[in-house]
């Protein structure tokens, strides 16, 4: 029996393909993934090594599954899947698909819902699991065990789950506005856009690492760095007399609203 089954083989199968090899989490021999496009499955055969199939009754017979295709083929995907033993784990990075609807098309099986992100793809991501009523803490530890090979792994209770999503998971979003923007403000006051775009995305780097490894608030980084009649707090002002801090919590509040909505 393969040990992890991947139903659809797009962009966040690959990066955990590429993370649990990397890892050695898994073999080659381990891992087999469905796809319908042969052009897909020739990539991943080619690329990783492991087995690809076009028919998800395949999958179905591993023994950790994991659903990587599009929500909106949910029910397709159940059809098409067939029987699966109740003693599979199953695994779902579908957003907005809830563990009851999980539960209710798999009866039986332990389910797992995850909401990684897109730094998944270079093993940066930070994903969230909640886990359904039937997960055993050993199947708790083989999911945490999948994702902490494409990053960080954090549990929520499935009621935060739109919170998650209109944060880390819309987050790459927001951080891709704020570093365009930086770049457009840099180009603004003179600076080729080649240097911008290395002054703003290392300044965001280091700072993100200063924060981590010193632990800071970031109010304390900000005041750090802010001297009396200086030019970051000119900058600061500016920031806030644009309301770009309350902009941000609504894109929050906002994003979240929406999956809610998509979700219900
Ligand atoms: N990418 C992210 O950053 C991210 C973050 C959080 C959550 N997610 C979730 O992860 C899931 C996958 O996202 P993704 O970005 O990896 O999407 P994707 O690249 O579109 O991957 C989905 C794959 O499933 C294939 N597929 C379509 N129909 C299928 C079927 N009947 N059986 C098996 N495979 C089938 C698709 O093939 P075709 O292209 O030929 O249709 C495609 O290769 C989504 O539910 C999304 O909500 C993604």
């Known amino acids: 029996m393969t040990a992890l089954g991947i139903v659809g083989g797009g962009q966040m199968a690959e990066a955990l393909v590429s993370g649990l090899l990397a890892k050695k989490a898994y073999l080659t021999s381990e891992i087999l993934v469905s796809d319908p496009n042969s052009e897909r499955r020739d990539y991943l055969k080619d690329k990783f090594g492991i087995a690809v199939t076009e028919n998800n009754r395949n999958v179905s017979q591993c023994s950790v599954l994991l659903l990587a295709v599009k929500p909106q083929i949910f029910s397709q995907i159940i059809k098409n899947m067939g029987a699966v033993a109740h003693d599979r784990l199953l695994l779902s990075i579908l957003a907005g698909v809830s563990l009851q609807q999980l539960e209710t098309a798999f009866p039986g099986n332990p389910v797992v819902r995850v909401m990684p992100n897109t730094p998944a793809l270079i093993a940066q991501g930070i994903s969230a699991l909640s886990y359904g009523k039937q997960v055993a803490p050993d199947q708790q530890q083989t999911a945490q065990n999948i994702f902490k090979t494409v990053g960080t792994v954090v549990e929520v209770p499935e009621a935060l789950m739109d919170a998650v999503t209109g944060l880390s998971g819309s987050g790459p979003g927001y951080v891709a506005l704020l570093v365009e923007a930086l770049i457009?403000?840099?180009?603004?006051?003179?600076?080729?856009?080649p240097l911008a775009r290395s002054?703003?995305?290392?300044?965001?780097?280091?700072?993100?690492?200063?924060?981590?490894e010193q632990n800071l608030h970031p109010g304390e980084l900000k005041d750090r760095v802010t001297s009396p009649g200086g030019t970051t707090i000119a900058g600061i002002a500016a920031l806030e007399k644009s309301g770009?801090?309350?902009a941000l919590i609504q894109a929050v509040e906002a994003a979240t609203q929406r999956s809610k909505a998509l979700g219900s």
């Open 184 to 193: 457009d403000g840099g180009v603004l006051v003179g600076l080729p856009r």
């Open 244 to 246: 770009v801090r309350s």
């Open 199 to 212: 002054l703003v995305l290392e300044t965001f780097k280091g700072s993100v690492a200063l924060l981590q």
